[in-house]
């Protein structure tokens, strides 16, 4: 039996989940948002190592809706993320234990979306403006030539 203790408890960590859903949700609205209007990600991930991270393509899966086929296409897991606030509902153990398949999921899903997409294909491809890929090609070309001109090139 619950206390009026607990019940708050779980009360307080169903709106602190809410909130973080919300503000996450938020954060990839304007991602999508700022990526079709200036081609720029607002992925750290992305941008500073150039590979994908694991949920690229939600935004765009989202975007596609009602075409299930070009959704699943863009992240077959896509349809998850409106579930992940229900966590909160469950107890502990099986919320944990949810998490971890979920986490799980996404993890070898991303696996074979770099095996079969990478580097060429959208969602997956390569930035070639990252972080990680400046320093490689300043380091490869001793700081000399055209960053801009030799990135393009090779991507």
Request: one cysteine or more; a positive charge.
């Amino acid at each position: 039996m619950q206390t009026s203790h607990s019940k708050t408890n779980n009360t307080k960590a169903w709106v602190s989940v809410v909130k973080i859903y919300i503000v996450l949700m938020l954060v990839g609205g304007l991602s999508v948002v700022v990526s079709r209007f200036t081609g720029i990600s607002l992925c750290l991930f992305y941008s500073i190592t150039g590979i994908p991270f694991f949920s690229c393509g939600i935004g765009r899966a989202f975007e596609s809706l009602p075409n299930i086929r070009q959704a699943l296409f863009y992240h077959p897991l896509f349809f998850t993320i409106p579930l992940i606030p229900f966590l909160a509902f469950l107890s502990p153990k099986t919320r944990n234990i949810a998490s971890a398949i979920l986490i799980a999921l996404f993890v070898v899903v991303w696996i074979i979306r770099m095996i079969l997409m990478f580097p060429h294909t959208a969602p997956m491809n390569y930035n070639c403006s990252s972080l990680v890929e400046f320093i490689l090609r300043r380091l490869r070309d001793g700081g000399e030539g055209s960053y801009v001109t030799s990135c393009i090139g090779a991507c």
